[in-house]
């Protein structure tokens, strides 16, 4: 029997020993109004300052996709990708808290709030 997926529209498959999330909806218009793309670039820029300012050790576990078209990553640790997940998945959901996060995270000169 197939698990529910609690973090739709991400999803966590495993192969071998690398466990890769992936974003089907990418909401590209959000990100089109700070004028990013929306793409798996601008997502991944987002996620990794989010994290550098949230949990800086998680980014070490994790290795961000190049592809533009989609948004992935991967990593050894399927905990650090269900802990990732739950960050985002937080926000995504909520129109106001995505657009909020997008103009604090999707920045590339991004310096943490470590107050």
């Known amino acids: 029997m197939k698990q529910k997926n609690v973090y739709q529209p991400f999803l966590i498959s495993s192969f071998q020993k690398i466990h890769t999330l992936t974003l089907s909806d990418m909401k590209w218009t959000a990100f089109e109004r700070h004028d990013f793309l929306g793409d798996g670039e601008d997502w991944a820029l987002l996620i990794e300052n989010l994290l550098t300012e949230k949990n800086p ?6 290795t961000f996709g190049d592809e ?8 050894e640790d399927k905990d650090a ?4 997940a ?3 998945f937080a926000f995504y959901q909520d129109d106001a808290l995505l657009d909020a996060h997008i103009a604090q995270y999707a920045q590339y000169e991004f310096e943490p709030d470590t107050a």
């Not at 050790?57 to 994790?62: A, H, P, T, V, Y």
């Not at 990708?81 to 990732?84: G, N, P, V, W, Y």
Request: net charge positive; proline share 0%; charged share 15%.
């Open 81 to 84: 990708l269900h802990e990732t």
């Open 68 to 75: 533009t078209m989609m948004f992935c990553i991967r990593s």
């Open 86 to 88: 739950q960050m985002v």
């Open 57 to 62: 050790q998680l980014l070490s576990k994790l």
